[in-house]
Antibody
Framework: EVQLVESGGGLVQPGRSLKLSCAASGFTFSDYAMAWVRQAPKKGLEWVATIIYDGSSTYYRDSVKGRFTISRDNAKSTLYLQMDSLRSEDTATYYC????????????WGQGVMVTVSS | DIQMTQSPASLSASLGETVTIECRASEDIYNGLAWYQQKPGKSPQLLIYNANSLHTGVPSRFSGSGSGTQYSLKINSLQSEDVASYFCQQYYNYTFGAGTKLELK
């Protein structure tokens, strides 16, 4: 069974940093591209970043470029999102999601972790 | 960037009814579209990919159709467990529609 379990969320002040983790199990993690997708309270879904299977390429939405870094440790089957210079508009539930093999949609999602940026 | 316009924003329907949700892309997306269901307090779940292919384990009352810039999700014989929000997503820059909240009448 595919499982994605996020951790590392919480309350953080504007301008500070936070690092999210996503522990994967039930599949060969190193075969799959992975992504972070967020959802602001009572709002829709917004793709944040994608990393390909071996970590050699990464992609970001414009609003987080230069502030967020997606990475992975295939030996630990873990995905990360380092979030720096956080802003109030980054407040959201962050989901870890698996790209369907070779595809641009998401076939499994974690339960999500809340990040609140507020002073 | 390709924009997605999803309608309606909310929908109220009776058990057993057929409902349709639509997404319109700002340009041709060549069937590069997925649909997700998000139940209250839960994470999204994939329903449909490539505009009309049913994901593993999804009930056959769900179906997707469309081409070019116009796509739709149809739910036949609405069940109580279908109460959820539904989102479309196009593949080219991973843009999601704004969502449709489906409630029981």
């Amino acid at each position: 069974e595919v499982q994605l379990v996020e951790s590392g969320g919480g309350l953080v002040q504007p301008g500070r940093s936070l690092k999210l983790s996503c522990a994967a199990s039930g599949f060969t993690f190193s075969d799959y591209a992975m992504a972070w997708v967020r959802q602001a309270p009572k709002k829709g879904l917004e793709w944040v970043a994608t990393i390909i299977y071996d970590g050699s390429s990464t992609y970001y939405r414009d609003s987080v470029k230069g502030r967020f870094t997606i990475s992975r440790d295939n030996a630990k089957s873990t995905l990360y999102l380092q979030m720096d210079s956080l802003r109030s508009e980054d407040t959201a539930t962050y989901y870890c999601a698996r790209h369907r093999l070779g595809a641009d949609y998401f076939d499994y999602w974690g339960q999500g972790v809340m990040v609140t940026v507020s002073s | 960037d390709i924009q997605m316009t999803q309608s309606p924003a909310s929908l109220s329907a009776s058990l057993g009814e057929t409902v349709t949700i639509e997404c319109r892309a700002s340009e041709d997306i060549y069937n590069g579209l997925a649909w997700y269901q998000q139940k209250p307090g839960k994470s999204p779940q994939l329903l449909i990919y490539n505009a009309n292919s049913l994901h593993t384990g999804v009930p056959s009352r769900f179906s997707g159709s469309g081409s070019g810039t116009q796509y739709s999700l149809k739910i036949n014989s609405l069940q109580s467990e279908d109460v959820a929000s539904y989102f479309c997503q196009q593949y080219y820059n991973y843009t999601f529609g704004a969502g449709t909240k489906l409630e029981l009448k």
